[in-house]
């Protein structure tokens, strides 16, 4: 893939005297003539004048010009035949709102009408309401005093299922005491025995051990008097 190119404006004087460089040098037969050259070759496509970009630019600006002209164009038709629409709906609301004040009146006499009824039935609600607090507050009082009952029932006997809980703690506590003072009397007896065993092992060991270097000696001296071969008898 080709890597695209930043594009510059490149003054046409320095284009014009580089070229001529060009040639000065191909004709004394200067190998930096052929690099020269090679370069100018390369970037002709993409040298511009400063006129021809203006051109460009103008050209490019027309274009979007033109498309945006056509795109506000078709906006004003649109808000134009919006507007009549809007102009033709209001029209029909000011021809109905004569409709809706009349209606508008009717609605408060009947709005009227009904606080009447509510204000009546408020009253009534508050009488009855009184009434009912009075019924509720009672019974209430004899829910209450039977769940009082019912929880201090439950607290007495939770209290002594607490108590036989703890005596039996207590009880397996001291058992496990005098258990563990016993394993630890035990304990201690195995390891009095097992250090007298192993002075005893010891003992003996060292016992061996002199039998054995005794015989060791007893054997070596023997060999040493033993009388050498070839010697005289």
């Keep these: 893939m080709e890597k695209e190119r930043a594009i510059q404006c490149v003054p046409a004087e320095l284009i014009e005297r580089l070229s001529a460089l060009g040639a000065k040098l191909w004709d004394e037969k200067n190998p930096a003539s052929v690099h020269l050259n090679a370069i100018l070759e390369e970037f002709e496509p993409d040298m511009r004048t400063l006129g021809q970009m203006i051109k460009q630019y103008e050209a490019d600006y027309l274009g979007r010009l033109a498309v945006s002209e056509r795109g506000y164009a078709e906006k004003e038709n649109q808000f134009k035949k919006e507007i009549k629409e809007l102009e033709a709906r209001l029209n029909s609301v000011e021809a109905s709102r004569g409709e809706a004040l009349r209606r508008i009146e009717e609605l408060k006499s009947a709005h009227n009408k009904r606080e009447e ?69 035990r304990e201690k007896a195995l390891e009095e025995d097992f250090n007298a065993r192993k002075a005893e092992l010891i003992k003996t060991f060292d016992r061996i051990r002199a039998g054995l270097e005794a015989k060791e000696k007893e054997l070596a001296g023997r060999e040493e008097a033993k009388p050498q071969k070839g010697g005289a008898l």
Excluded at 126 to 134: A, H, I, M, Q, R
Excluded at 152 to 181: C, H, I, P
């Design 117 to 185: 009824l509510l204000t009546e039935l408020k009253i009534k609600t508050s009488e009855d309401e009184v009434s009912l607090n009075g019924k509720y507050a009672a019974r209430m009082q004899e829910l209450y005093d039977k769940v009082s009952k019912k929880e201090m029932e439950m607290l007495n006997r939770w209290e002594e299922k607490n108590k036989s809980v703890e005596s039996r703690t207590q009880a397996l506590e001291g058992d496990y005491a005098a258990k563990f003072k016993q394993l630890k009397l």
